[in-house]
């Protein structure tokens, strides 16, 4: 299948071609957020995920028991559990739908309990810049700057500077803020209890018919069924031995490609890097994984960006670049890459006939 390798910051990442961003291991935080995938914004540090539990604040590393990838997806889940409360957290860039989105479903469920316990889930965003925060009385959710926000099940407020953020009568009502605090109030659960809430975070307009017809039931399951379908397409013809392990570095691979074909091979700071080498990698794992499309775009990326192949520069915040930056081996790797970009064109023809 060829090594994938990713140069990121975190192990557990989420993107989708137009958004990226990581969720460290550690503190359980959504940060390093690239918008466009190239382009690392400031309007959102980090979003910050924590539960009121009757009147005690758990951040949710606190009482985090495990972290994963569901499996052969892009969805970040992660486990938490005090006493008799079970927590899950998946977290992701959609697959297709609303893809400039960062989305945090959250399920709590109970085991059998002595009394009631009231339970409220808490969504802290940090920006590194002030913004303008409101509510727009129109579309049912707020504006923080560049970003859309909405709580999409539960009854929620806002705190801003530690203070409720009031929208009276329905009135936009605007104020300036570097962080802000969203409480869902989930309400008093009983034994063998479960709820929901699903918090969405867009750099785009949020789609009121979308919400309108959000199968709020379902929506995990859209998300899983999306990866499942897509690596169902692909001719599995080296999944013998690890399918586990290749299915999963395929969806990592799928998630660093952006819709113009590039794959992302490093991200280092506010830039994005990436290696033609790498994406001859990567084409050759996409193409024996018999996902031909993917493949297809990272050649027509390649072969469209200078038709003199001077394809080792910098283009906006994407870096084009090759790993040794020897004068006397660019004629090389230029012969090398051309050779591999034949081979490559003759695999794919060999996977068709074997689709046909």
Request: aromatic residues 14%; proline residues 1%.
């Amino acid at each position: 299948m060829g090594t994938i390798f990713i140069y990121a910051q975190a192990e557990y990442f989420s993107a989708n071609g137009q958004i990226y961003f990581e969720v460290d291991d550690l503190n359980y935080k959504i940060k390093n957020i690239f918008n466009g995938m190239t382009n690392k914004t400031d309007m959102l540090d980090e979003v910050e995920l924590g539960f009121y539990i009757n009147k005690n604040y758990y951040p949710l590393h606190k009482i985090a028991t495990g972290i994963k990838y569901i499996e052969n997806t892009g969805i970040i889940e992660i486990t938490a559990k005090k006493n008799d409360i079970n927590i899950k957290c998946s977290i992701y860039a959609p697959f297709d739908a609303n893809k400039d989105s960062i989305f945090v479903v959250t399920d709590v469920s109970t085991e059998k309990l002595d009394k009631k316990v009231k339970v409220n889930f808490v969504y802290k965003l940090y920006s590194k810049k002030y913004g303008n925060i409101y509510w727009n009385k129109w579309r049912k959710y707020y504006c923080f700057g560049e970003l859309y926000i909405k709580p999409l099940l539960n009854y929620n407020s806002l705190k801003v500077g530690g203070k409720k953020f009031e929208t009276k009568n329905n009135k936009i009502r605007k104020k300036k803020t570097d962080h802000i605090e969203f409480l869902s109030y989930v309400g008093e659960l009983e034994n063998y209890d479960e709820k929901r809430e699903i918090f969405m975070i867009s750099f785009s307009s949020i789609d009121k018919e979308f919400v309108n017809n959000l199968p709020s039931h379902y929506i995990l399951n859209q998300e899983i069924n999306s990866w499942v379908y897509w690596q169902d397409e692909g001719k599995n013809i080296e999944f013998e031995k690890n399918e586990k392990i290749v299915k999963q570095n395929l969806a990592l691979l799928k998630m660093l490609q952006l819709e113009n074909g590039l794959v992302v091979s490093e991200i280092k700071k506010n830039k994005i890097n990436t290696y033609v080498d790498d994406m001859l990698y990567s084409a050759y794992a996409f193409v024996n994984a018999g996902h031909l499309k993917e493949a297809e775009k990272i050649f027509e990326y390649i072969l469209n960006y200078d038709k003199e192949l001077s394809i080792f520069q910098h283009n906006d915040n994407v870096a084009i670049v090759q790993k040794s930056n020897q004068d006397s081996k660019n004629d090389l790797n230029a012969g090398l890459f051309l050779i591999g970009v034949l081979r490559l064109r003759i695999g794919m023809l060999i996977c068709y006939m074997k689709n046909l």
